[in-house]
């Protein structure tokens, strides 16, 4: 069965200081991987990740996949209030069209003014 | 072009009853899932369905019926409801030629 493990399950921080979150994975067949930011309401797509060793950038959010240790990591840097939400990633493998997700808990993280 | 919406947003049953949960979406997407989100349980696949006619148990079915009658939309039923199905349902599709997922805004279902 496929896993995804994120952490920390939850992190409180103050305005400018840089997080980063962790998450590793158990996939068959490993494909993908991807990070989602939820706020309120659904999650909103902010990267995907196929290729190891090569970041992926979005103005202060970074991202990263190391396929030899099996995770990912999430960097955001000078973090607002704004930044605040869980952070969701998932794992995607190859095995034929079913084109699932498997999704781990998710980082709470609380941005403090 | 509103992307994926769900009905209703908010729902309240009492245990036993039966309820059908609307997903639509007009982005053409052949691929179109269910998930449920409980507190600390990240996002688990219901069913999904990768085209019109087709549906697929994903890891947590039991308890739940959906139907693909059409292209644009992916039924959610819930045939006698019980409180463990107290949970926010939302309903994504597939963006093609990626794995990216498109989530609609949920339903709030409370099974008292």
């Known amino acids: 069965e496929d896993k995804v493990v994120q952490s920390p399950l939850s992190l409180v921080v103050h305005e400018g200081d840089t997080v980063t979150l962790n998450c590793s994975y158990e996939?068959?067949?490993?494909?993908?991987l991807l990070w989602y930011k939820q706020e309120k309401k659904a999650p909103t797509f902010l990267f995907m990740l196929t290729s190891s060793g090569i970041e992926k950038k979005s103005g202060r959010l970074s991202s990263i996949l190391d396929k030899k240790e099996l995770f990912s990591i999430l960097n955001i840097t000078a973090t607002q209030t704004g930044d605040s939400a869980v952070y969701l990633c998932a794992g995607k493998n190859s095995g034929g069209s079913n084109y699932k997700l498997t999704f781990g808990k998710g980082t709470l993280l609380t941005v403090n003014p | 072009n509103a992307g994926v919406t769900q009905t209703p947003k908010f729902r309240v049953l009492k245990t036993g009853q039966s309820m059908t949960l609307l997903c639509a979406q007009d982005?053409?997407?052949?691929?179109m899932y269910w998930y449920r989100q409980d507190p600390g349980m990240g996002l688990r696949l219901i069913h999904y369905?990768?085209?019109?006619?087709?549906?697929a148990k994903g890891e947590v079915p039991d308890g739940y019926n959906v139907s693909r009658l059409k292209k644009q939309n992916f039924l959610l039923g819930l045939e006698s409801a019980a409180p463990s199905q107290t949970s926010v349902y939302f309903c994504?599709?597939?963006?093609?030629?990626?794995?990216?997922?498109?989530f609609g805004p949920g339903t709030r279902l409370t099974v008292t």
């Open positions: 994504a599709s597939k963006v093609p030629d990626t794995y990216e997922q498109y």
């Open positions: 369905s990768v085209g019109e006619g087709t549906t």
């Open positions: 982005m053409n997407h052949e691929y």
């Open positions: 996939v068959t067949n490993f494909r993908s």
